[in-house]
């Protein structure tokens, strides 16, 4: 996966089983930390977030991979300025105009290349196919989409 967000474009790639994500991100920033944090995992990292996160910065919570993130107190924004967010698509496609705002622009990234998709792989709407892509799927080595291939 470091090789493929190298590829996209990735200034540095952290490896977070075999590295201190917050030491890593401090040296890179040189001490300043980052604008925003994007954080598809949630109980594990939420804590973190906050060591990493610059002056003024922003959490953007998208995920609960490792759990819910638990209460804690909104004065430990305070320290640094920081903004929480916890988007969810459907109150950003709430109305039918929203739908197609959203869509429209969605597909003309996709129709002009701004926006590229990745299959990892497709699997046969069988038992088994849906099996294998749930394993596929948990096992944290796949990248981009997998596809279950309803019909031809």
Known sequence: ?????????ADHVILYKNEDTVARVLEITNGEGVHAVFDGVG??????NFLMLRRKGTLVS????????????????????????????????????????????????????????QVFKEYPFTTEGVRQ??????????TGKLVVKVSD
């Open 43 to 48: 109980k594990d990292t939420f804590d973190s």
């Open 1 to 9: 996966k470091a090789a493929l967000a190298k590829a996209n474009g």
């Open 62 to 117: 998208v995920g609960n991979a490792s759990g819910a993130v638990l209460p804690f107190p909104p004065i430990k924004l305070v320290q640094k300025n920081l903004k929480l967010l916890r988007p969810t698509m459907n109150n950003y496609t709430y109305t039918e105009e929203e739908v197609f705002y959203y869509g429209n622009a969605l597909f003309f990234l996709l129709a002009d290349g701004t926006l590229k998709t």
């Open 133 to 142: 892509a749930q394993i596929d799927l948990t096992s944290g080595k796949t």
